[in-house]
Structure formats: structure tokens, C-alpha cells
């Protein structure tokens, strides 16, 4: 017997494809102009597994505990293991060759592999809720799930990148959970029906402004071939960076040359103005329309709930609106060259059998930090090191110099790393570093 496909499903089967399509063009066009058609289609096909892990993993859990809460539906059966199986699909997909790609490939084909696993999602999942409910939920679901593919497919690249243990799992649980947590946030609403008109706009667009971030600073990193020519990982690069960095702002000062033009946020683009006008005016619209004739919005849409009605016709085109305007608006450049004024230092005091040397660190990073040196030494030396912060002192902390080097100019430098991370040292680090920036942001502006 042949079942008639109605039109309500094909409507939202086509709604899911322009979805889909529409937001590949503004990440394809946005960010990564150059693709492989074979690459993408491999990325569709990845989400396809993935989908399917997430209906083996749901129906596991669902023989376990079949009658779980809302929070555990949202977040655990729904979020979790929808993000996990993504994470597999982009693992599986990057696995063999990842030294070849870089952090933005990861974005790339994480947003495609996330889309497509929305799109599959969407139609296996079609729930019959109304029409309209489900339009709602396809042009919310199917972006929020191509976002964090792009945020997991980043994160995951840095996991294969680094070497470090504690940058390797930390960076992939932190932008995992940070999916996870969104989407579950998402899914809350969806279920409990709580406050869609606030928490769609907010998922989406804080989703849209973490990937802007991540993808501006995925600009300055270098793929993995070159990191292996360099015979450094992802955190001893981004260490050393730092320091360069610091570095390159005190021999500005001394050469009177101002880094004050390298600016956070760039000018958009015509075409992003364009567009950003073009999806502001229906938003505009349909407010008047809303407040003018609200009749004439029932007699055409009566099936249309108020709630339905403002989120579809007035947040999301504002929403869209917003993301054409701020897309590609973080300057890649400020996270590499710009300085925002005298930045904080801890002096150091390297101790080596009968050697003692004293030196600064610009940076720390969990264990892990860079600091110049007079000499050069032996990889893999035992040392300890007091670091000084303000009057405090640490006394006595075991460590290793994993590498030394000398620099053009003849320079050494060593690549340190602590046996355990010195939790009292970076609260007191960061907290000092935050009034510092505190003052640079604002009292200096204040006092010009």
C-alpha cells in the first residue's frame, strides 16, 4: 500500500532544504570561499553516520530509562548524545589526515557535517505539532545543530593539534559542554514551551557570536604540517605567540610605533549592509503590521498562534539581520598584533644544580609558559622555579625545560612546563591581569 505524502510534510521538507542552503551559502560566502566538492560531500555523508549513532545511542538509553524528565530528555538524551555522535562523525572524518587541514577546515566541515545532521534529524524527527510550530522549530533546530558542528569541528581540530594532555581534553570538553549546554537550553524551551520568544534569539545568536570569535581566531593559527615543521604543538605555538606578541609591543614602545589602529571590530561590508537592511525591513514590517491590522494577519494566517507569529515574522528576520551585520566583523589581527597597554609580567627565578638565572614570563598558560633566557639547555631539564607575582612569591616549583632555543637575533629562549598547575599562581595571575585590563579599558580613556 503506497501512503500519501501530504503537503504539510513536503512544505516543511522543503523549508528544511532552503534552511539548510541558506545558511551553508552564508558560512560558504562568509568565512571560506575555497572548498572540495568531494570533501563536502564525504562531511553529508559523515552526517548520515552520525544520525544514525545518535538513534542507536537514543535507543539505548530510551530500554534503560524510557519515562526520563524534561531536563534529562533535553539535555541528556537529546543534546548530549545528538553533540556526541557529532563529535564521532568529525573524529572519523578527520582522523587520518588531520595534519593536512587546519582549525577554519575544522569550522567548515563541521558546519557542513552539523547541517546535514540537522537536515536528517528534521525529517526523522518530524513531530506533528501544527504547521506552523514546526516551521518554528525547523529554521531554529537545523542552525543551532550547523553552528555546533562548526564550534565542535574547531575544537576538535585543537584536540588533535595539541599534545599536552591537559590543552588536548580541557579545549574539546570545554567546547563540548558549551555546545551541549546550549542545544539542551534549546531543547528546554522547545519542550516546556518557556519563553521561545527570548531564549530562540538567544541560542542562536550567542552560538553565532562564539563561532565568529572562534572562527576569527582560527585565522592566526597554522595548519598541522606546519606545526610539525616546526617541531612544536598547538599550545607551545600559541605560548610562544603570546610572548612574540608581548615581546613585539615593548619594542613598539621603544620605536614610538602605535598599535592603536589594529582595531577589535572591523567595518562590515557593503554586501553584509545590504543584507542586513533586507532582513531588517520584514521584521519592521510585520511589527506594523502586527500593531495596524492584527485582522488581516488572522484572516490569512488563521491557523497562526500569536507567539508563532512574532518569533517567525519579527525576531528571526531580526535575528538574521543581526548576524549579516556582525559576520566577519572581529579582526583577526587584534588577537595577534594588538596590545591594549602595558601588559603583566611575573619575574622568575630558574634554578639549575648550581646555576640560578632570573627572568620574566609574559605568559602562563595552565603549566605551560615561555620565558628568554641567557643560555642554552639540555631538553627535557629538571629544574625549579620561584615565580614572583606583585610580592608574592612561589617557592620551589618542579619543572621541566622541554625545549631551548635561539631566536634570529640570536636570543634564547626555553619552553617550560610545571610538573602540577599552580592553581594559587593563575588565580592570582588572572585576577591581577583583569584590573589590569580593567584600567587599560577605561580609566585611561577617562582620564584623556
Not at 300 to 310: R, V, W
Not at 346 to 354: F, P
Request: net charge neutral; with cysteine; glycine share 6%.
Amino acid at each position: 500500500m503506497i501512503t500519501q505524502i501530504s503537503i504539510p510534510s513536503l512544505v516543511i521538507f522543503f523549508i528544511n532544504l532552503v534552511t539548510l542552503a541558506f545558511y551553508y551559502s552564508f558560512y560558504r560566502f562568509h568565512f571560506y570561499r575555497f572548498t572540495e566538492s568531494f570533501l563536502q560531500y564525504t562531511a553529508l555523508a559523515f552526517s548520515i553516520f552520525s544520525a544514525g549513532i545518535a538513534i542507536g545511542l537514543q535507543s539505548l538509553l530510551l530500554n534503560w530509562l524510557p519515562y526520563g524528565g524534561p531536563y534529562w530528555n533535553a539535555f541528556i538524551l537529546s543534546s548530549f548524545v545528538e553533540e556526541f555522535a557529532k563529535l564521532v562523525g568529525i573524529y572519523m572524518f578527520f582522523r587520518k589526515n588531520q595534519d593536512e587541514f587546519t582549525v577554519t577546515d575544522g569550522i567548515f566541515y563541521g558546519l557542513v557535517l552539523g547541517g546535514g545532521f540537522g537536515l536528517v534529524e528534521n525529517i526523522l524527527y518530524f513531530i506533528n505539532t501544527g504547521l506552523w510550530s514546526q516551521v518554528l522549530r525547523s529554521i531554529t533546530a537545523l542552525p543551532i545543530h550547523m553552528m555546533n558542528g562548526g564550534l565542535v569541528g574547531a575544537y576538535l581540530m585543537m584536540f588533535l593539534f595539541h599534545k599536552n594532555p591537559i590543552f588536548k581534553w580541557g579545549k574539546l570538553a570545554f567546547g563540548f559542554f558549551i555546545c551541549v549546554g546550549i542545544h539542551g537550553f534549546y531543547n528546554l524551551s522547545i519542550f516546556q514551551e518557556i519563553d521561545l520568544l527570548i531564549v530562540l534569539p538567544a541560542c542562536i545568536l550567542s552560538l553565532f557570536f562564539l563561532l565568529e570569535l572562534t572562527i576569527a581566531k582560527s585565522r592566526i593559527l597554522v595548519p598541522g604540517h606546519i606545526l610539525n615543521l616546526m617541531n612544536m604543538s598547538m599550545e607551545e605555538y600559541e605560548i610562544l605567540s603570546r610572548h612574540n606578541r608581548h615581546e613585539g609591543w615593548i619594542q613598539n614602545i621603544q620605536k614610538h610605533i602605535s598599535t592603536s589602529g589594529i582595531k577589535l571590530l572591523q567595518y562590515p561590508n557593503l554586501r553584509h549592509l545590504f543584507l542586513t537592511v533586507f532582513f531588517l525591513f520584514p521584521g519592521i514590517l510585520s511589527i506594523y503590521l502586527l500593531f495596524d491590522s492584527p485582522e488581516w494577519i488572522s484572516q490569512k494566517f488563521p491557523d497562526l498562534e500569536l507567539q508563532d507569529y512574532f518569533a517567525l515574522f519579527v525576531m528571526y528576520p531580526i535575528v538574521l539581520s543581526l548576524m549579516f551585520f556582525f559576520a566577519g566583523i572581529l579582526n583577526p589581527y587584534f588577537f595577534r598584533d594588538r596590545m591594549l597597554a602595558v601588559p603583566l609580567f611575573s619575574s622568575v627565578d630558574l634554578h639549575v644544580g648550581n646555576i640560578e638565572e632570573n627572568s620574566a614570563i609574559f605568559h602562563i598558560q595552565a603549566n605551560m609558559f615561555y620565558l628568554p633566557t641567557s643560555q642554552m639547555f639540555p631538553d627535557n631539564t629538571q629544574v625549579k622555579f620561584d615565580l614572583w607575582i606583585g610580592l608574592d612569591c612561589f617557592v620551589g616549583l618542579p619543572g621541566t625545560i622541554l625545549w631551548c632555543r635561539e631566536n634570529e637575533e640570536g636570543n634564547c629562549g626555553a619552553m617550560c612546563q610545571l610538573d602540577t598547575i599552580p592553581y594559587p599562581f593563575l588565580i592570582k595571575w588572572h585576577f591581577l591581569r583583569f584590573k589590569q585590563n580593567f584600567k587599560n579599558l577605561f580609566l585611561r580613556k577617562a582620564m584623556v
